[in-house]
């Protein structure tokens, strides 16, 4: 294939950086400022856990923020300021992404500035960016393949394929899911004249570069026989999640998105199908099969989250394009234009802040969820009767827990606590023993929940136990002697997080026997 050379840039067509870099800084900012407001995120502890326990694999993710816990332990440590850390620097950098994204759809100064505020608009980013967790991650890693193809096909060059596959690599050693946006974004080209780039040798070596970061979790997941696999069948079966019907799905596509930039989005929608993106057409097409196969699929509202970068940088080169027109070209009429829009995206995200940030005390939040004129998505069924969305619910009752449990287990001889097991429901009241418990001068728990079933019950044969996030009534299925020995009462959690800690005896199977029964992965 022949390459073009790359379109000289003059000084004014160079990528204004400054006002993408004011806005992803204000981002980054208003996240460190709110770090430390309620407290650490469930998969956070998790995580932190995991990072004690460095793998190429784990039950329910790949290694990548694993290794960003670990990376962070030994950098700027874990307090939750110095945690967030990661994923607001994220989120400002998908910032800068999408308005060099921009740029190559053909944004000039507004279209690329215009373009940087809508990527810190959406709702859901500030749920994603404000958890330590792969979330933060993955639209980086999707916009980051998107610019590789887009830089392609500016430059008729086909060797960023192998940029591509580098990105689609390490986007696989963070979340799978990557892999069917690039199926989908690869599909897009085979419907467009540029699917020519599809036969290209750089294109087989994209894909050996792609395979060559996924290799070491391709081999951990087969040797140990695929256990996302077997999680992701497990919650099917549940029942677990909330299946929602299409119409309710693309209605919380404009929420989480919030509401504001819908006009933007739809329009980067258009200029896809339109003459002037024809050359960029596959990413509409891709768009629309991401969105389509997870409302097919029942995917919570957020899986699709990722690839509205793509569309909302489009929506900025459209906008732009109208005051091309003879009535916004008027100098005070664009000036007043372009501010204004920049307005109604503030409003629009200030009006839906509080839902998705914690800019309110925990009280002032419920008073303004209260005065909602809707209820806010739920995505499993277990956050019915929780009073706070779940990404809030579950910042908040671990260190008490914590406490509460080594309030029982100091209550024992030192004989007994050498013998007691703390052993957790799931790996968030796990991850949160192992993070606080050193505090409270307690061993690591054991829990059969997610990747804690590998590291196994220790030398724990379950003759005392304290045992958090069970029933009692439950309990005594497997224990000849099951007390109520503490309550957690925190209003704010999770409502399966307010089950009494109980110290239970003798233990009617052996853990070292019966572990592989009691395994718990959904």
Not at 20 to 26: D, H, N, Y
Not at 310 to 315: D, I
Not at 352 to 367: E, G, H, K, S, T
Not at 369 to 374: A, C, G, S, T, V
Request: hydrophobic share 50%; aromatic share 16%.
């Amino acid at each position: 294939m022949p390459e073009a050379p790359e379109p000289r840039i003059t000084g004014k067509q160079r990528f204004p950086l400054l006002v993408p870099a004011i806005i992803a800084g204000i981002y980054f900012l208003a996240h460190m400022a709110t770090a430390t407001r309620y407290g650490y995120f469930r998969d956070a502890l998790y995580y932190l856990a995991c990072s004690e326990h460095l793998a190429w694999g784990y039950v329910d993710q790949p290694p990548l923020i694993v290794f960003i816990a670990w990376v962070a332990r030994h950098t700027f440590g874990v307090s939750l300021s110095a945690l967030l850390l990661w994923p607001a620097l994220a989120g400002a950098a998908r910032t800068v992404l999408t308005a060099a994204f921009a740029r190559e759809l053909g944004a000039n100064k507004f279209g690329i500035a215009l373009a940087a505020a809508l990527a810190a608009t959406p709702a859901v980013w500030y749920v994603n960016d404000h958890q330590f967790a792969m979330n933060a991650f993955e639209p980086l890693c999707w916009t980051g393949c998107a610019f590789a193809v887009a830089r392609m096909i500016h430059t008729n060059n086909p060797k960023w394929w192998l940029a591509f596959g580098a990105i689609a690599g390490l986007g696989l050693e963070n979340k799978y899911s990557i892999a069917a946006f690039a199926f989908f974004l690869l599909a897009g080209l085979l419907l467009t004249p540029q699917r020519r780039f599809l036969f290209s040798p750089w294109m087989l070596a994209g894909g050996f570069t792609a395979l060559l970061f996924f290799l070491p979790n391709l081999l951990w997941n087969i040797k140990h026989h695929w256990p996302f696999l077997e999680l992701m069948r497990n919650i099917r079966a549940s029942g677990r999640d909330v299946v929602s019907s299409p119409v309710a799905f693309l209605a919380q596509q404009i929420l989480i998105m919030t509401p504001a930039t819908l006009p933007f989005w739809l329009g980067g929608l258009w200029f896809y199908f339109s003459g002037a993106g024809r050359r960029f057409r596959a990413f509409g097409w891709a768009f629309i099969f991401t969105i389509g196969f997870f409302l097919l699929a029942h995917g919570k509202n957020y899986y699709s989250a990722p690839v509205y970068p793509q569309v909302l940088a489009a929506g900025a080169v459209a906008t732009e394009s109208l005051f091309k027109t003879r009535f916004a070209a008027r100098p005070r009429m664009s000036t007043a234009l372009k501010a204004s829009m920049f307005a109604w995206l503030f409003i629009g995200i200030m009006l839906l802040l509080p839902i998705v940030f914690p800019v309110l005390p925990i009280d002032a939040y419920l008073l303004y969820q209260k005065h909602l004129p809707f209820g806010v998505p739920k995505s499993e069924h277990n956050q019915d009767q929780a009073i706070l969305p779940q990404h809030y619910a579950d910042e908040f009752g671990w260190e008490d827990m914590v406490a509460r449990v080594a309030g029982v287990y100091h209550s024992l001889t030192p004989e007994e606590q050498s013998r007691t097991a703390i052993f957790a429901n799931n790996y968030g009241e796990a991850g949160a023993v192992d993070f606080f418990g050193s505090r409270y001068g307690l061993p690591k728990a054991i829990c059969t929940h997610q990747n804690y079933f590998l590291w196994g019950p220790h030398n724990y044969t379950g003759e005392i136990v304290i045992r958090i996030g069970s029933k009692p009534e439950d309990a005594r299925d497997y224990y000849e002697s099951v007390s109520v020995a503490a309550t957690l009462n925190n209003p704010y959690a999770m409502p399966y997080e307010r089950k009494p800690i109980l110290l239970c005896r003798h233990r009617k199977k052996n853990l070292q026997t019966d572990w592989p029964d009691i395994k718990n992965w959904d």
